[in-house]
Structures are given as structure tokens and as C-alpha cells.
């Protein structure tokens, strides 16, 4: 199967059901695991974006939220929600199929605090000096949640079983 084809066939499917022009292929052995189009349009919620709807599906069937040797094709390169979430489940790759400067003539999601030209360099600001107004309020007991944690764990700090990069 072409994997790649079918991640397109998906999103314009989307398109021609009033939904947004993003889709997500997880695959794993030569077959899919998980697919998803970005329901956002339809579901009134930001995080529905294709790549996180499919993840969600391939780690419930995995068991787990780690997707080691599995390669995830998306439409277009991800947003930074969803390029953290590729990062945080360790596939072996990801395959784009699209940059945003090819389909900018046709698509512009840019939002109050989000705008896709300038966000990675708003994302590695320090927190005071981000658009988006944050502040910092200092609570011990927001600590001793972690604390807890690490007890319940034997000591350990690190999720078991998580890749690492070492």
C-alpha cells in the first residue's frame, strides 16, 4: 500500500466532508495502525488535529504511549502541538508531505498568540517574554505532587519503560 497516498486520499476526503485539509497515517510492520483526519472543523476542539487523533489511537491499541518502530506519515509538517507529541511517543520517523511554504498560496491558520512564521521563535522565548501572557505562581504543594510520584515509583524519577536518547 502507499502510505503516503492514502494519508492524502484521507485529508482530501476531509475537505470535501467541511473539515480542514490535515490527515495523520500510523504505521507499524508494513501495516496501519492508526489513521485520523483533523476533526477541529467538526469537533470545536483545538487539539483535534490529525497527527494527536492518531497517536491517541495507535498507543490504545499498542498498550502503550510509545510508538518505537513505527513511521508516521503526515500531510503537512506539524504544528508545534503536534510535533511535540511526535517527539514525546519516539516513532522511528516521520515523513511529511507537504511544507507550509508549498501550500501557504492556499491555506493560513494563524491565529492571536500563533502564527506558523514566527511561533518556533516565540516557542524557545523565555516564558516572561512570550506573546502569550503567562505567569508564575509558586506553590510548594505543586512540588510535592511530584515528590509523591517518585515515591509511588521506588525512587525512580523516569517513566519506566520510556525510551531515552542515551
Given at each position: 500500500?502507499?502510505f ?5 486520499d ?15 497515517v ?9 489513521e485520523?483526519a483533523n ?12 497527527e ?20 508516521i ?6 504544528c ?17 508531505l507537504t511544507?507550509?511554504?508549498a501550500?501557504?498560496?492556499?491555506y ?7 502564527e ?26 505543586a ?6 510520584w ?16 542515551g
Open positions: 500500500m502507499d503516503a497516498q492514502h494519508t492524502i484521507i485529508a482530501r476526503r476531509n475537505v470535501d466532508e467541511g473539515g480542514r485539509p490535515f490527515a495523520t500510523v504505521v507499524k510492520d508494513g501495516e496501519i495502525l492508526a485520523s476533526l477541529v472543523a467538526q469537533t470545536a476542539d483545538p487539539t483535534a488535529h490529525a494527536i487523533l492518531a497517536l491517541r489511537a495507535a498507543c490504545t491499541a499498542l498498550g502503550t504511549e510509545h510508538l518505537v518502530g513505527a513511521t506519515y503526515v500531510l503537512a509538517q506539524p508545534p502541538m503536534c510535533l511535540g507529541a511526535l517527539y514525546y511517543c519516539s516513532p522511528d520517523e516521520v515523513v511529511f511544507t507550509r511554504d501550500y501557504a498560496p492556499h493560513v491558520d494563524d491565529r492571536k498568540y500563533f506558523l512564521d514566527t511561533f518556533y521563535d516565540e516557542f524557545a522565548k523565555d516564558w516572561r517574554e512570550r506573546r502569550l501572557p503567562m505567569r508564575h505562581e509558586p506553590r510548594e504543594a512540588v510535592d505532587v511530584y515528590r509523591r517518585q515515591e509511588r515509583n521506588g525512587g525512580e524519577r523516569r517513566v519506566a519503560g520510556a525510551p531515552t536518547a
